[in-house]
């Protein structure tokens, strides 16, 4: 079979693919960005994943290309498809994770349930979008935004005046995406993994914390979700994998709305922040499942390990020293916690690891987590 896996991106999400590649004895090869990059354990190649000879070349030594991030773009993936490479997920599912009015309206023609939008080219377009959605809207650039970056809230359109300029200096016709600002209760995330072949598995719903636009914590499962919303979550992944032809883990990120309904918010074909938890609190972690499903491999279960598992983000990290300096005292601290770095030097606001607790009490479980981040250095 098929064993060598190849990841353009050297960032986390490629760093914790390493050991569970390592436990299922399979060679995984990283093209990464930079020298010394997250991946850099795995890193047989340093390139720009934007020139095409570079991303074939390193395609030539692996039986199946795979991904850290979404950005490599839609021309260089086809060249990977036409040279005979396997891509997975490949380009005609990507494109809709690459950009979201695409994803808006391909959701739209399936039927999935999504905020109210609209594409806006100029400002008159934007103004015409706020008035009519109680004077505010959610402005999100089409490519490229991340952990909040790429968005606005908005009360009147000279606000995105900026953005504008941009397009129109551009020159390529683009647009932004408004959209109406949700009155959500939570967000949710259902991930699910596909296999070319079409079998998924999905793990439980989670809920999802944000703070300053970028995701805090993590309580799987999502705590007192009721059962019809569990199934519609579960119906909405695997309409929008099959649909799509998404191959790999997949995150579907949810609005819980006030008056009952389930909303798409944003998709990504990779494993995500989001299921982070997986690694200690599931049976198969979302980076093994990601593994198994590119080479379409046997799924593996996705049942919880514990009542409760809690993941935290550390943000920023100590400002002295690296994270390992804390060690001494929060290992010591909270011994039961499981912690995760991410081979980054501390940055305020830069994701520099997690940590994971779980156990039957969820306030405790809570509490745990809480405290080893806090002592890891998290700003949050």
């Known amino acids: 079979m098929n064993s060598r896996i190849g990841v353009i991106g050297g960032g986390q999400l490629a ?9 299922l004895g399979l060679d995984l ?9 997250s991946a850099r354990l795995a890193a047989t190649a340093v390139g720009d994943y934007h020139d095409a000879e570079t ?10 290309i795979t991904f850290d991030h979404e950005h490599v773009p839609e021309t260089i993936l086809r060249q990977l498809v036409a040279a005979g490479h396997s891509v997975q997920p490949g380009p005609d599912a990507l494109r809709f994770a690459q950009d979201k009015i695409e994803m808006r309206r391909r959701l739209g023609e399936l039927g999935i349930p999504m905020p109210d939008w609209a594409a806006v080219t100029t400002e008159d377009e934007l103004q015409d979008f706020i008035d009519d959605h109680n004077g505010e809207a959610v402005i999100k650039t089409a490519r490229g935004g991340y952990d909040g970056k790429g968005v606005r809230l908005v009360r009147a359109a000279a606000e995105a005046a900026d953005w504008f300029r941009v397009l129109n200096e551009d020159g390529n016709g683009g647009a932004l995406l408004a959209e109406e600002r949700v009155d959500f209760r939570r967000e949710l ?6 296999r070319p072949s079409g079998p998924s598995a999905l793990w439980p719903v989670v809920e999802t914390v944000q703070k300053g636009g970028v995701c805090s914590e993590v309580f799987a499962p999502a705590p007192g979700t009721n059962p019809r919303v569990l199934e519609l979550a579960a119906r909405i992944a695997t309409t929008i994998a099959d649909e799509l032809g998404v191959t790999g883990v997949m995150a579907v990120e949810l609005f819980e709305t006030t ?5 798409v918010n944003e998709l990504a074909m990779r494993p995500h922040n989001s299921g982070h938890w997986s690694i200690d609190g599931s049976v198969t972690s ?9 080479l379409d491999l046997p799924l593996g279960d ?3 390990r514990a009542p409760h598992t ?10 002295e020293g690296e994270i390992v300096d804390q060690y001494p005292h929060a290992l010591a601290d909270q011994p039961g916690v499981k912690v995760h770095t991410y081979g980054k030097s501390p940055r305020p606001g830069r994701k520099v690891g997690h940590v994971t607790a779980f156990g039957d009490d969820l306030d405790d479980v809570v509490f745990r987590a809480r405290a080893a981040a806090a002592l890891l250095g998290s700003d949050l």
């Open 29 to 37: 090869s990283v093209l990464a960005e930079t020298e010394g990059s």
């Open 189 to 194: 995330a259902q991930l699910i993994a596909r």
């Open 15 to 23: 760093r914790m693919m390493i050991p569970a590649a390592v436990n």
């Open 259 to 263: 008056d009952d309904r389930l909303l």
């Open 302 to 304: 996705t049942g919880v």
């Open 286 to 294: 979302q980076f093994e499942q990601h593994l198994r499903a590119v």
């Open 310 to 319: 809690v993941m935290v983000n550390v943000l920023g990290g100590p400002t």
């Open 55 to 64: 991303v074939l070349r390193f395609a030539e030594t692996v039986d199946v």
